[in-house]
């Protein structure tokens, strides 16, 4: 019976907080969500308290915590990895996909399909040392922009979900990046505009090669996928790298939706995706997309008590 | 100056604490560079002083935290296990290498070999959920007995290991298990012996696959190596699941050997080897050991300045 009172009482007046810890959300449903499901989790009269350890919490990065068009953020640093390393490659002029990229030729790149990809990826992630490698994209991202929107990349992370995110943590919720982009390419900047540390930022990989230089060890980068952290990778990731199921899962395309539902096996847990619905502010996209497909589990979503974020209404500013 | 002073003064006697924080430990050189260590690690006056964020200490755990002989306790876990399956399995009475484990044929079961060996693994470690193997060990873990000691193998662990953990922590150390061993086989208990949390065990892993069974997402263990945590495997693994650099290391044998360079790497790092030197009370083993050998790891400890604990010296218990 109080149990059942804290329920009626305290976790749905969650809204009355005199200091708003998600002061760039709309009141909204999907708000009301989220400061419900927070208020109970660490409430222990609540019958959906959730004991602290086993406060974990996993978000998707592109397009859930930072923006993703008009390409993944990582592809635009490859492609500026190119121009770079040019100099030191001069046979690049006459060979594709390189001459494509160096001319900004966008159908020539597209022409080049996977295998292009593949081969822009191999020169630009492998063949250095993991602390190489750290160096070039702690370069890059303080100094590189947005091709469009002429910003630095760091600045086009979500305030909304930035205020999420140390709500959830001042609530004794451990808060993971499980991502389908590089681990390492990742874990050089999440600490610092995220807040999220090396040891809770996990995603795909290269495989690695230990070795002795001159009797120093170091870890080279191979031309070689060790893991793909997308759709039934992001279960086997969190298997693997957390070994506890998550109880709040944050994702925005269908590339989450095995992770959305992995979390959703247990009761009392929370399933929230990013809808990007603002074309103004953003980029409006989601069934047709190129990249950041969602369709699947938008359907899936919306026939269960899943949250589903509105980016144009329930978001009051998009960037910090 | 200042740091100076404090190197020569508080770092050097730092073995005047009232209370002990490991009384299981004689007062030995190894007791001392660990208690220094930790000392000067904490204390930001000085030299060595490191950062809380960076307090990584890693820990093998077969022979460095609970004891591997006669056979890593894991592959006695498979041994038990074809036995409990052996009723499911009529077959298994004229087939090697389960014969020989049925009939405890020490002889039968050497000479199967290797391969005899993946088979014994992939029938007690594959072929069933994540949730199903995590309830197998446990259920083993509460009720096996080690074979000559009689004991369970959960009181097979070192006590003066358990104060270090607890000691470490105290003073702002994350914990972890890098281990040969399974990941899956170590986090059933890892936490409730050792206080090690699951996101903090890692270790060697076969390959999962996420199902959806009657619309209930499960992972299925295959018969197939993901990921060998050992030797060069260790740095790897600690590149991958942590992403930050050890600044502790604690290890038993060559298969530690990368992991203890690699955190050697740093400056103002502690690398501990946990020498098997008491036949009476534990085993006794190292340079010509068939698990667990220590030679080359040994030498170049004994060539550097790392610290080797010398366990019949240098711990009054072995065991809780």
Same mark, same amino acid.
């Given at each position: 019976?109080?149990?059942?009172? /804290?329920?009626?009482?305290? /976790?749905?007046?969650?809204?009355?907080?005199? $200091?708003?810890?998600?002061?760039?959300?709309?009141?909204?449903?999907?708000?009301?969500?989220?400061?419900? %499901?927070?208020?109970?989790?660490?409430?222990?009269?609540?019958?959906?308290?959730? &004991?602290?350890?086993?406060?974990?919490?996993?978000?998707?990065?592109?397009?859930?915590?930072?923006?993703?068009?008009?390409?993944? %953020?990582?592809?635009?640093?490859?492609? $500026?990895?190119?121009?770079?390393?040019?100099?030191?490659?001069?046979?690049?002029?006459?060979?594709?996909?390189? !001459?494509?990229?160096?001319?900004?030729?966008?159908?020539?790149?597209?022409?080049?399909?996977?295998?292009?990809?593949?081969?822009?990826?191999?020169?630009?992630?492998? #063949?250095?040392?993991? $602390? &190489?490698?750290?160096?070039?994209?702690?370069?890059?991202?303080?100094?590189?922009?947005?091709?469009?929107?002429?910003?630095? +990349?760091?600045?086009?992370? +979500?305030?909304?979900?930035?205020?999420?995110?140390?709500?959830?943590?001042?609530?004794?919720?451990?808060? *993971?990046?499980?991502?389908?982009?590089?681990?390492?390419?990742? @874990?050089?900047?999440?600490?610092?505009?995220? #807040?999220?540390? =090396?040891?809770?930022?996990?995603?795909?990989?290269?495989?690695?090669? +230990?070795?002795?230089?001159?009797? &120093?060890?170091?870890?080279?980068?191979? =031309?070689?996928?060790?893991?793909? $952290?997308? !759709?039934?990778?992001?279960?086997? #990731?969190?298997?693997? %790298?957390?070994? @506890?199921?998550?109880?709040?899962?944050?994702?925005?395309?269908?590339?989450?939706?095995?992770?959305?539902?992995?979390?959703?096996?247990?009761?009392?847990?929370?399933?929230?995706?990013?809808?990007?619905?603002?074309?103004? @502010? &953003?980029?409006? *996209?989601?069934?047709?997309?190129?990249?950041?497909?969602?369709?699947?589990?938008?359907?899936?979503?919306?026939?269960?008590?899943?949250?589903?974020?509105?980016?144009?209404?329930?978001?009051?500013?998009? *960037?910090?």
């Amino acid at each position: 019976m109080k149990q059942l009172l /804290c329920a009626l009482v305290l /976790c749905f007046t969650s809204m009355t907080w005199a $200091d708003d810890p998600l002061p760039s959300w709309e009141e909204s449903p999907s708000k009301e969500a989220i400061v419900n %499901f927070v208020k109970c989790a660490t409430n222990d009269g609540c019958i959906k308290y959730i &004991e602290p350890e086993n406060r974990i919490a996993v978000f998707d990065n592109d397009g859930t915590l930072w923006s993703e068009q008009p390409a993944y %953020f990582q592809l635009l640093f490859a492609l $500026d990895r190119i121009k770079a390393m040019a100099a030191d490659h001069p046979e690049w002029k006459e060979q594709q996909p390189f !001459k494509a990229v160096l001319e900004n030729d966008r159908e020539a790149l597209l022409a080049a399909g996977k295998e292009g990809l593949l081969k822009i990826m191999a020169v630009t992630h492998s #063949g250095m040392t993991t $602390d &190489e490698f750290s160096e070039i994209v702690r370069d890059w991202i303080k100094t590189a922009k947005h091709p469009t929107l002429q910003k630095p +990349y760091t600045e086009l992370i +979500y305030q909304p979900m930035l205020e999420l995110l140390d709500y959830l943590r001042a609530n004794g919720f451990k808060t *993971y990046i499980i991502s389908g982009g590089g681990i390492d390419f990742l @874990r050089v900047w999440a600490e610092e505009i995220y #807040g999220i540390p =090396p040891e809770q930022v996990f995603g795909s990989s290269v495989k690695v090669k +230990y070795e002795e230089r001159n009797g &120093e060890p170091v870890l080279v980068r191979l =031309p070689e996928i060790n893991f793909i $952290d997308d !759709k039934e990778g992001k279960p086997v #990731g969190i298997h693997q %790298f957390i070994g @506890r199921p998550p109880v709040a899962a944050f994702g925005n395309s269908d590339g989450d939706f095995e992770m959305l539902k992995w979390t959703a096996r247990q009761e009392n847990t929370l399933q929230v995706i990013i809808h990007h619905t603002d074309g103004k @502010r &953003e980029f409006a *996209y989601d069934r047709e997309s190129h990249i950041g497909q969602l369709n699947e589990a938008l359907d899936y979503a919306n026939e269960h008590d899943w949250t589903v974020v509105d980016m144009k209404k329930d978001w009051k500013v998009i *960037y910090p």
